[in-house]
Nanobody
């Protein structure tokens, strides 16, 4: 079995910063792309950023310049550094990964449980 566990969410003032972490654990053979998504109240889930297994980041246009995605393959962990946070960034942030498991066939999608980020004064 594979689990993704996020941490680092919370309440932050406008203009502040947060770093989210998502650690994958379990019977992991290989992790391919890792992503961060977010869903604000009343809105559809949207992709924030993706990072390939080689470490190449891809950002949604609205996130460029403020958010930075990175990963530590030795720790099976992906990070999202968020700067200059705005009230519009308030959402549940979830990580996703495409993972091949030990003894498995092919790869599957795995999701974390989500972590709340609230930007408010």
């Amino acid at each position: 079995q594979v689990q993704l566990v996020e941490s680092g969410g919370g309440l932050v003032q406008p203009g502040g910063s947060l770093t989210l972490s998502c650690a994958a654990s379990g019977s992991i053979f290989r992790i391919y792309n890792m992503d961060w998504y977010r869903q604000a109240p009343g809105k559809q889930r949207e992709l924030v950023a993706t990072i390939t297994n080689m470490g190449s980041p891809i950002y949604a246009d609205s996130m460029k310049g403020r958010f930075t995605i990175s990963r530590d393959n030795a720790k099976n962990t992906v990070y999202l550094r968020m700067n200059s946070l705005e009230s519009e960034d308030t959402a549940v942030y979830s990580c996703h990964a495409r993972i091949a498991t030990l003894g498995g066939i092919g790869s599957s999608d795995y999701w974390g449980q989500g972590t709340q980020v609230t930007v408010s004064s």
